[in-house]
């Protein structure tokens, strides 16, 4: 018999990230008992790194700015897949949750008439980040954590949840998880349950994701019977630092780019002018003194080439390095030195400044910074309704990294702190109306809180058997290089054997040391997660034969119609049934995947953008 | 898996002197990895985890700095382990690593630092003013760059306890820790107080229950500060000055009452204090005061011979 605490909420929250402290906020202030789950401290989640700043038409430094301007950014940069009534609502909505964040306490920086300041960023027509500094996140999840104590919110801190838990008719109970200091066991009840668990970047060898990125939510909500949408769709991010190694794939921020930094290849060469896409031609410089007019008045030239969406410029890296015009670590040269003063530099981007002295002994007001892609982000996620974050499952609702079709193929930098607060709002709402109506007593099962525990504590059971370190590894290097940024046919069927190989090894995995604090078991009961996602990616990324947006084919180049149509979603048709994965989860060779047709867009946000064409 | 350091250590070899243990005791155990390029303290953390002893408890997130987890003592410093590169520790020495002395120790290089959520609850939270009819039709309050500036030097806080655990008040005093609430939580009253819009008074809060006279400005808060934040000389010495003015200075106690100042009583900030909810919720683990002194200069004892459950084998 297992032994485990009970608790009983309204709603839970996993995640306390952004958009789980928003939702959170939401829920309690509709007068629900409500609490949040995190698996690290608080304050510690994964958006605290996010750097340049919040997308919203404010119109505060370009008053032409609107939501439908910012809406059409959304679309173009995600290549038209994204769920078209998200990226409304994101366009709508932000500016009011940007402003709410003053009200409790944000201090962004300020236009000279002292209104919320807002920087330049690729694929963004107007400047439209609110920032402080190179620090937004850290900002924004310390305002929403405040707000969070001040409000009376209970948070459950380094507590890993293992899995989600239903009643007799498939609707959410709640969850099972263990606290992470003492290896003690641990069972929620809840009418309705929010995941905002962030991102998957973790199964990459160079990513810009913490540890904690390792799909728990995506995962979790799988194995429940949820679906899921564009998981091919992944992002790398341009710019990650690529020296020394220890550090290969820390963010560096699009901020320098916004704020005038360019990139060059070995002979000091502007080479973003050479990859400018059909689709962004007509909004962009043709040569260096159009663009760099453009800093100073958008209205004086076209933006530089150096600022079209993210897959656009990582791509062009990558070819730059491939034709051997890269620098010494194989990266290419991010300049900001020759472009601004060292003091502006100090003060736009201190924390890049410290960042490279401190890691790199690199002075990035005297010398170039040496960059490359870096595995960020993951578009693709569980399938939502838009306006509630509802899933298709009862009573699971998802908001942020882990919820998919706002950002379709590719996200503009900004909108994931926007897309938290919007949709992390959002989400606590839509549980909390759930929750409030929700009819009869949630049940818990007590076979399947001791079936998840049982599997969990297994390892400790075995000698003799895998080290989860190696199968974390071996996952990170099969994903990096055969699901990486560029992709075909015959490495993706390879990645496919191996992860069904390591999915048999994590089975094997024996551990010591005992429960409590044991990151190696911490890891071997991640690793479920994080084989789940990486099938999710690597079988999206098969189905997907066509290029666009994050997800590229080098055997299929081009953006095919047809494909721009579908999102290839994802489940489990016999969850519930199936637990042969490790751990007890179902196997990952129970994935299955189908081309369904996307959202059609209404005919009056279609002419938005033949009017702009 | 556990190494005879001596046996197998070349020129390239870098020796990881790491404390494992839990509240009941612990020591030092030895680990000998090979050197390589660039690397941090956490990346070598990282390779003894992986290859040598998987469970060794070791607390981080971001690995950049930038989510203040990684907090131990190196070589006797309270420092990031993600921020302290290899390179600039002394060569050819043993390089220690301590868990963080001013909070309990939950297992090895993890402490159980909830003393400082509690704090946190404790602190009267932000309070704006209203938006006047023009920042109503503007949507936003307005603030000039070198007001938000006071306030943001503290908002680059990571929350690292650092700060904390480097304070003489509270680093072998344990019995202080119910009235002070120390340097990061000084910053953060800072903060508010300077925050051109808050209208919250917390004065008679610091020097009540907070124990703010308790501090005599040394100054190792800001030393062993990663965010470079100047808490002694920008938070902690202005919130003095401040505490001394609403107590002793008649003719502000009275201009505030004339220009109904936007500052509340201290009465009211108590009462706007969140009411003590539970914020940050952590296991009943045993708390036993101040974890085991670490003595930096005692010998090192191979891992196998660790008195503890929590060596490697």
Redesign the interface.
Known sequence: MSEYETHDFDVIIIGAGGAGLRAAIEARSRGLRTALVCK???????T??AEGGVAAA?GNVYEEDNWKVHFRDTMRGGKMLNNWRMAQLHAQES?DRV?EL????A????TK?????QRDFGGHRFARLAH??D?T???LI?TLQ?????????????VKVLRLLHDADGAISGLVGY?R??G?FVVFKAKAVVMATGGVGKSWTYTSN???STGDGHAMALWAGADLIDMECIQFHPTGMV?????RG??VTEGVRGDGGVLRDSDGKRFMFNYIPPMFAAETAETEEEGDRWYDDHTAGRRPPELLPRDEVARSINSEVKAGRGSPHGGVFLDIATRRSAEDIRRRLP?MY??FK???GVDITAEAMEVGPTCHYIMGGIRVDADSTATTVAGLFAAGECAGGMHGANRLGGNSLSDLLVFGRRAGGGAAEFASARQGEVSLDEGQISEAIDAAVAPFEKEGGE????IQ?DLQSTMQSLVGIIRTGSELEEAMGKLEELEERATRIS????R??????N?ATDLPSMLSVSRLTAQGAINRKESRGGHTRDDFPKPVAEMGAVNFVQRIPIAGQDTNGVGGTPSITSITVTPEPILVMPDDLKELFEEAN | MAEEPEDTSTPNDVTMRLWRGDETGGAFAEYVMPSQEGEVVLDVIHRVQATKAPDLACRWNCKAGKCGSCSAEINGRPALMCMTRMDTLPVGEAVTVAPMRTFPILRDLVTDVSYNYEVAKRIPPFNPRDKTADEEEAGGYRMQQIDVERSQEFRKCIECYLCQDVCHVIRDHEENKTAFAGPRFFARSAELEMHPLDVNDRRELLQQEQGLGKCNITKCCTEVCPEHIKITDNAIIPLKERVVDSRYDPLAWLGRKILKHTKRTPAEAVENSPAGGPAAIQPDHPVKGIPTPVHLTEKPVAVGASPTDASAE
């Open positions: 690290s401290l608080l304050g510690k989640a994964h605290v790194m404010l500016p402003r003053e009200d409790w306490g201090l962004f920086d300020r008439d002292g209104l919320i300041l402080v500094g620090r996140g850290l900002e310390r405040q707000k969070a104590v001040a409000d009376g919110i209970e948070v459950f801190m380094e606290w200091p003492t003690e913490s540890w904690e020296w020394p190694l220890s550090v820390i963010l924390s410290h960042q401190e890691l790199a080290n989860p370190y190696d590894h551990l010591s040391g005992g409590k604090y044991n990151p190696g078991w890891l």
